[in-house]
C-alpha cells in the first residue's frame, strides 16, 4: 500500500513505512501538459516532448515496494525544469528580466523557464512575461522543492542521514565523445558533482549497484549533476545526493517517445537495482525486517 498526494506540481508516493534513508525524485518525467502552454508553444506535441525524461518514473517506481518515498514530477521540463535554480531567469524569453552574472545553463537556453528543447529547438515565438515565469515558480517549482526538503529532513531525522537518488534519462546522442573513439558507451551516468554532493562511499554503493545488474557505468561525465545535487548535497552534514541519468536507448525509442521492445525486461531489471539502492539507506534492524 501507498499514501499518496497528487497536485500540478508533483505526485508523492509513500510506502506504509518508511525503511530507509534513501529518497527517490525524478524532477524531469512529468507529462502533463498544460493547455496553456501547449498554446504559447511553436512546437507541435511529440517535439515538444524531446527534453522530458520520459517513463523514468514508471521505470523506478518500485522504489517505494522497497520502503522508500518518491516524488515525481507532474509538471513537465519544457514548461519549467526542476533541476534549476528559481532565479535562473533567462532575459532572452522572460520580459524584464535583468541581466545577470554569466550563467552557461541560462546562456543555452536551459534556465528554470526554458527556451529551447533538445537540438536547439525554440519552444516560443517571442517572450512570456515575467508574471508568468513568477506564476510557474511559485505553482510548480517552490512545490516541489518544498516536498523534496520536506523528505530529505524526515529521512535524516529518522535514519540520521538522507540519501537522494536523483532520477534522470540521457539521449543516447549524448554520450558520442564519452571515452576514446569506438568505447562502449556507459548506461548509466552518476553525478556527485565531482564528490561535492555526496560522499565517496555513498556513490561506490550506488555503483556496485547499477554494476551488479550488468550496466556499464561512468562518473561525472557528461553529466555531473546541476541545480538539485548542488543545492540538496550535503555530505559534511550526511546529505547526499546522487544523480543517475540512465541511456534511454536501453528502454525507448527516442524518435517517438514510446517504449521499445526492452522496456519490460529493463524495468524488472531495475526493480532489483532500486531494492540495492534502498538497501544503502538501512539500518541494521530495518535491513533484516526487509529481506
Known amino acids: 500500500m501507498t499514501a499518496d498526494v497528487e497536485n500540478q506540481s508533483y505526485l508523492l508516493r509513500r510506502p506504509d513505512r518508511v525503511t530507509t534513508a534513501v529518497v527517490f525524485a525524478s524532477p524531469h518525467s512529468g507529462r502533463a501538459y498544460p493547455e496553456p502552454f501547449m498554446r504559447q508553444t511553436i512546437l507541435d ?9 520520459a517513463f523514468v518514473d514508471d521505470l523506478f517506481a518500485s522504489a517505494v515496494a522497497h520502503g522508500a518515498p518518491f516524488l515525481m514530477a507532474q509538471a513537465p521540463r519544457a514548461f519549467l525544469d526542476l533541476n534549476r535554480g528559481a532565479d535562473e531567469l533567462d ?15 541560462i546562456a543555452s537556453g536551459l534556465g528554470v523557464i526554458p527556451r529551447v528543447v533538445s537540438n536547439g529547438r525554440p519552444i516560443y515565438n517571442g517572450k512570456l512575461s515575467l508574471q508568468d515565469a513568477h506564476d510557474r515558480i511559485s505553482t510548480v517549482w517552490r512545490p516541489y ?6 523528505l530529505l529532513d524526515e529521512a535524516h531525522s529518522t535514519f540520521g542521514e538522507a540519501i537522494l537518488i536523483d532520477c534522470h534519462s540521457m539521449p543516447n546522442e549524448a554520450l558520442e565523445n564519452v571515452g576514446p573513439p569506438g568505447a562502449v558507451r556507459p548506461d548509466v551516468v552518476l553525478g556527485d558533482r565531482f564528490g561535492a554532493s555526496a560522499a565517496s562511499s555513498v556513490v561506490e554503493k550506488v555503483e556496485a549497484a547499477f554494476t551488479a545488474a550488468g550496466l556499464k557505468v561512468a562518473r561525472n561525465m557528461p553529466f555531473a549533476g546541476a541545480y538539485i545535487c548542488q543545492n540538496y548535497g550535503r555530505p559534511s552534514r550526511r546529505c547526499h545526493a546522487v544523480q543517475v541519468e540512465v541511456n534511454r536507448s536501453l528502454y525507448m525509442d527516442e524518435k517517438t517517445v514510446k517504449p521499445n521492445a526492452s522496456f519490460a525486461a529493463f524495468k524488472d531489471l531495475l526493480n532489483g537495482v532500486a531494492g540495492q539502492l534502498a538497501d544503502i539507506g538501512r539500518r541494521d534492524d530495518a535491513r533484516m525486517a526487509a529481506e
Open 45 to 53: 506535441e511529440q517535439e515538444i516532448r524531446s527534453s522530458e525524461d
Open 91 to 105: 532575459g532572452a524569453v522572460i520580459s524584464g528580466v535583468r541581466r545577470v552574472a554569466h550563467n552557461p545553463r
Open 145 to 150: 522543492h518544498d516536498t523534496l526538503q520536506m
